[in-house]
């Protein structure tokens, strides 16, 4: 059976809560139970953190004997070279993920720190974004 972690970031608590015309109006918990029950043979886990230490805690934690780490760091995506150090320093891949399509928002979300080190990066399809990056987990 595979491990993969899904691993949320900053104010991604508040999904179905906060700009929903950005990032729609489900919860996360329903969608990861819905993800859970759609990939029974996977064991998925979920953790999420509005710090940015208790990431790379995470990170570091699972970054070696997970198969797969799906990966939303919501703002510190922009800013955080101390989360994309983690991801190079782990060996599990990484994919990164958002639900909006980062490109057709802010210049300063058109750049990602932590893309260089991980495997791919999926974003625009809402939260169906995170089911695309477990897919592309599973098929490597």
Known sequence: MKNILILNGPNLNLLGVREKSIYGAQDFDS????????YE???LSYFQSN????????LHEV?????????????YTHTSVAI???????N????????????????FRHHS???KNCVG????????SYRLGVEALLAR
């Open 41 to 43: 043979s996977v064991e």
């Open 63 to 75: 970054g070696f004997e997970y198969d797969g780490i799906v990966l939303n760091a919501g703002a």
């Open 113 to 115: 720190y932590l893309s």
């Open 51 to 58: 710090t940015e230490g208790f990431i790379i805690d995470k």
């Open 92 to 107: 599990t891949p990484v994919v990164e993920v958002h639900i909006s399509n980062v490109h057709t928002r802010e210049e």
């Open 121 to 128: 990066v999926i974003c625009g399809f809402g939260l169906d």
């Open 31 to 38: 969608y990861f139970s819905t993800l859970k029950n759609n």
């Open 84 to 90: 994309a150090d983690a991801i190079a320093a782990i």
